[in-house]
């Protein structure tokens, strides 16, 4: 039987084992009749609850919603470019394939990360494997003194290639790729990509569910790389911002709203102090950034008003890039659900799934968002299921 055959009840019981309704809600810090409740499929679960969960199942949530199976199946491109940037990753940290005619490579390594920000992720995963190489060629043939920079250039290139395959769920890989990043960016003596690794690293924790490993690393992420208080340098300011805006995200996912909103008020003040959205590595940080994060938390934290109000305030949010925007629209979508919007909430859904197929099939929020907003047989929720690879109900 396929995994997304089953209901969401039933995979919660398939993926809690031999752990009982007791345990298991004393490790989500849930009560026994909310996981009875789950598991008889009675009620829809909220994004907390679902986020609970999965902490304590040690799954993502897309897997206990059924968009993704515990092994996750991929189309046949996935698999190619996984497969590609698998090999390229372990065999460029075992120092092979590296011994052929150094190319310029910057233009691509752009490419690659542009294609990751617009959600073109199978895109993103060719330039990847490509630029590893590259990287790792440019390095070995490296003079003496250029070898700090040519580390920082091989950094970036692990790092994108982590963030596809934690993308496309490949996990081990994602970690292996990560920590190569992190090796290179500590020989390169580079604080400003030390924290961009870190940062990452917490992503990947944070998708695996290892939520106190993803605190610990984001929060070493951002006060790294604290700037000092007449430190005017908006590259700085808004690097710092961006690294402890996203501390915010996962204190939120902690379910330690007090630190979530102390660190969002940081974010917050940095944004204010830069007046606008400045690019760091081709991702903005400024108060429109500040505002969509916010905006998730107080979905993420069960506060749909809140995040409406948020968002009829949010007039310009052009300087995010697409994957950034995707993900606005998709918090939205859930905060519209959850204030029983459902036909608003399946038009914002069917927008962002229609004009960014790729991108979305690799997310959690759709497949929650219509399974709860599209329990009635609309040709909406037909569609959107078939984008996202989902059963609904």
Request: aromatic share 4%; with cysteine.
């Amino acid at each position: 039987m396929k995994w997304n055959a089953h209901t969401t009840g039933q995979r919660i019981k398939l993926l809690r084992g031999a752990v009982t309704q007791e345990q298991l809600a004393e490790a989500a810090g849930l009560s026994v009749a909310t996981i009875r409740k789950a598991e008889q499929d009675r009620g829809q679960l909220s994004l907390p609850t679902l986020l609970r969960l999965a902490h304590a199942l040690g799954a993502d949530i897309s897997v206990i919603v059924g968009q993704q199976a515990p092994r996750r199946a991929l189309l046949a491109d996935d698999r190619l470019t996984l497969r590609s940037l698998s090999r390229t990753v372990h065999d460029t940290a075992a120092g092979l394939g590296t011994d052929r005619e150094p190319v310029d490579f910057s233009g691509d390594l752009a490419a690659g990360w542009d294609a990751y920000r617009a959600g073109r992720i199978g895109v993103a995963g060719q330039f990847a494997a490509s630029c590893v190489k590259d990287a790792a060629t440019a390095l070995a043939d490296a003079p003496e003194g250029r070898r700090m920079t040519a580390r920082g250039l091989l950094a970036d290139a692990y790092r994108l290639a982590s963030y596809v395959a934690n993308q496309l769920g490949a996990r081990d890989l994602a970690y292996a790729a990560i920590g190569h990043a992190a090796d290179q960016a500590r020989q390169a003596a580079d604080p400003v990509r030390e924290a961009s690794v870190a940062s990452g690293r917490s992503w990947i924790y944070l998708r695996d569910a290892r939520l106190e490993d993803a605190a610990h690393t984001a929060e070493v992420s951002h006060t790294s790389i604290e700037p000092s208080y007449g430190d005017g340098d908006p590259v700085k300011l808004a690097t710092y911002g961006w690294h402890v805006t996203f501390a915010a995200v996962v204190a939120a996912r902690q379910g330690d709203t007090a630190t979530a909103d102390e660190l969002l008020s940081q974010g917050s003040a940095v944004a204010a102090r830069l007046g606008r959205d400045v690019m760091v590595n081709g991702t903005a940080f400024g108060p429109a950034s500040v505002t969509a994060q916010a905006i998730g938390l107080a979905v993420s934290t069960g506060k749909p008003g809140k995040a409406l109000e948020l968002a009829r305030d949010l007039h310009d949010h052009s300087s995010l890039h697409q994957a950034a925007q995707n993900r606005l629209q998709l918090d939205i979508a859930l905060a519209q659900c959850d204030t029983r919007q459902y036909d608003t909430c399946l038009d914002t859904l069917l927008t962002v799934c229609t004009e960014h197929p790729e991108w979305v099939r690799h997310q959690t929020l759709p497949g929650i968002i219509a399974q709860r907003a599209g329990y009635a047989t609309t040709s909406r929720s037909r569609k959107i299921a078939k984008i996202i690879g989902a059963t609904l109900g």
